[in-house]
C-alpha cells in the first residue's frame, strides 16, 4: 500500500468543510427564493384557514377552562364562546399564532352530572365545538393527588407484574416442550400490547393537534423505540462473549420484556391519571382494577426466559420494578401534563419496543428440527392473545 505524499494532501479541506458545501449551496438556494419572494412564501390569499384543537378541559366551581391549539396555517381568535346554546364571558382572548396555544377561563355557573355543548366562534366567523359529556370537578392538583396517583399506579403497574412473576417456580419444572409453549404465549402476550397499543395510539393522536404529525408520531415513535433497542442489542452482542452461558442470555431477555412492559403500562399510567384529572372518578378506578387483572399475565411473559437459571431476589425485584414503576410516571403525566401529541409518541414507544423484544423471542420457540410455528407454538400463541383480550374486555370503554 503506497503511502499518502505529504506534497498531494498540502493545501486540500479537510473532508467536514467538504461535507458541508452541499448544505451552504442549499442554505443560499434557499435565502434567494425567500429574497424574490417566491410563490407561497409572502403572504397566502383567500379565506383564512382556521382549525382548532381543544387539548385540555377543566372544570372548577363556577368556570370552565379550555386549552386550545392552533391547528391551522393562519391565526386564530376566538371572539365569542357559547354554553348551553348561551353565549357566556370569558377571559384569555388574543390572537393564536400557527401552533401557538391559549387557555380560556369561561365565567358559567355548570352543575354537576350535566351535560354541556360548548361552542367557540371565531373573528372570522368560524366555529368550533366541543362538549362536556358529564360535568364533574377537576381535582386540586397538590402533593395528595399526586401521592394517589403514585398508589394507584403502584397498585397497577408493580403489584401484578411481581404477583405474575410467581410463577418463575413452576416455569422451572416444566419440559423443554411445555416451555416453548410457555414463550410462545408469551410471544402471543406480548403481540397483543403491541398492536392494542398502536391502536390507542392512533385513537389518541386522532383527537389532538394534528399539526405536530397526528397518528404518524405512534409509527415514529415505534421506529425510533425499535431501532434504539435494536442498536442497542447489536452493541451488547457485540460485547458478549461467544462462551457465556443461556442463563445470561435469558436474563438479558427478560430485561428487554421488562422494558417493553414498562412502556406499555406508562400508557396505561396515562389513561388513569387523565380519568382522575378529568374528575372521571369512577372510570379511575375501573380502570385500576382492569389493568390489575390485566398486568398479572405479564409476570409471566417476564420469568418465562429464566426457566433454566435462579436468579436472585434483588434481580427479580429490579426486573418488576422497570415493567411496573412507568404506570406512576404516566398517571403523573396524565393528571398534570396530558398531551395527546407526546401520549401518542409514547405508545408508539411502546409498541416499537414489544416488537423488538418479540424478534428477540422468536429463536426461543424453535424446536429441534429448527421449525417454529409448530402446532404447539400456534396454540401458545392464540392462548397469549385471548387471554389478554378476555381479560382486556373488564377494561373495555
Not at 449551496?25 to 384557514?49: E, H
Not at 442497542?232 to 443461556?246: F, P
Not at 404447539?376 to 382486556?392: P, R
Amino acid at each position: 500500500m503506497e503511502a499518502a505524499n505529504p506534497a498531494s494532501t498540502r493545501g486540500r479541506l479537510p473532508a467536514w468543510v467538504l461535507g458541508l458545501v452541499p448544505l451552504a449551496l442549499l442554505a443560499l438556494a434557499v435565502a434567494a427564493l425567500a429574497l424574490l419572494d417566491g410563490p407561497g412564501l409572502g403572504d397566502r390569499k383567500g379565506v383564512p384557514v382556521e382549525e382548532i384543537a381543544i387539548e385540555r378541559t377543566e372544570l372548577h366551581p363556577g368556570r370552565i377552562e379550555l386549552t386550545i391549539r392552533n391547528d391551522g396555517p393562519d391565526p386564530v381568535t376566538i371572539s365569542q364562546i357559547s354554553v348551553a346554546d348561551a353565549f357566556v364571558p370569558f377571559s384569555g382572548a388574543g390572537e393564536i399564532g400557527r401552533l401557538g396555544s391559549r387557555t380560556l377561563t369561561i365565567d358559567y355557573p355548570w352543575i354537576e352530572g350535566e351535560s354541556y355543548g360548548i361552542f367557540l366562534l371565531t373573528s372570522t366567523g368560524g366555529t368550533i365545538e366541543t362538549a362536556i359529556d358529564a360535568a364533574a370537578e377537576s381535582p386540586d392538583l397538590d402533593l395528595g393527588f399526586f401521592g394517589l396517583m403514585a398508589l394507584l399506579g403502584i397498585y397497577v403497574g408493580v403489584i401484578p407484574v411481581s404477583i405474575g412473576m410467581v410463577w418463575l417456580p413452576f416455569i422451572r419444572r416444566v419440559g423443554p416442550a411445555a416451555l416453548r409453549f410457555l414463550m410462545a404465549f408469551t410471544i402471543g402476550l406480548l403481540g397483543f400490547l403491541g398492536l392494542e397499543a398502536i391502536l390507542e395510539g392512533i385513537d389518541i393522536a386522532g383527537g389532538g393537534p394534528q399539526v405536530f404529525g397526528g397518528s404518524a408520531l405512534v409509527f415514529i415513535g415505534a421506529a425510533v423505540a425499535y431501532l434504539a433497542l435494536a442498536a442497542i442489542d447489536s452493541h451488547m452482542r457485540a460485547r458478549r462473549q461467544a462462551a457465556r452461558d443461556a442463563g445470561a442470555r435469558g436474563g438479558y431477555i427478560a430485561l428487554l420484556i421488562a422494558i417493553g412492559i414498562g412502556l406499555h403500562n406508562l400508557g396505561e399510567g396515562l389513561a388513569i391519571g387523565s380519568a382522575y384529572a378529568a374528575g372521571a372518578l369512577a372510570l379511575g378506578a375501573f380502570l385500576v382494577v382492569g389493568f390489575a387483572i390485566h398486568n398479572t399475565t405479564e409476570g409471566l411473559a417476564i420469568v418465562a426466559p429464566l426457566a433454566d437459571e435462579r436468579p436472585a431476589l434483588r434481580r427479580l425485584l429490579l426486573l418488576g420494578l422497570v415493567a411496573g414503576t412507568p404506570a406512576v410516571l404516566g398517571a403523573w403525566i396524565g393528571a398534570a401534563a396530558f398531551n395527546t401529541s407526546v401520549v401518542a409518541l409514547l405508545l408508539g414507544a411502546g409498541a416499537g419496543a414489544i416488537i423488538q423484544v418479540i424478534v428477540q423471542l422468536a429463536p426461543t420457540i424453535r424446536d429441534r428440527a429448527g421449525r417454529s410455528l409448530t402446532p404447539q407454538t400456534v396454540a401458545g400463541i392464540f392462548s397469549g392473545v385471548a387471554l389478554l383480550y378476555v381479560t382486556g374486555l373488564l377494561i373495555s370503554v
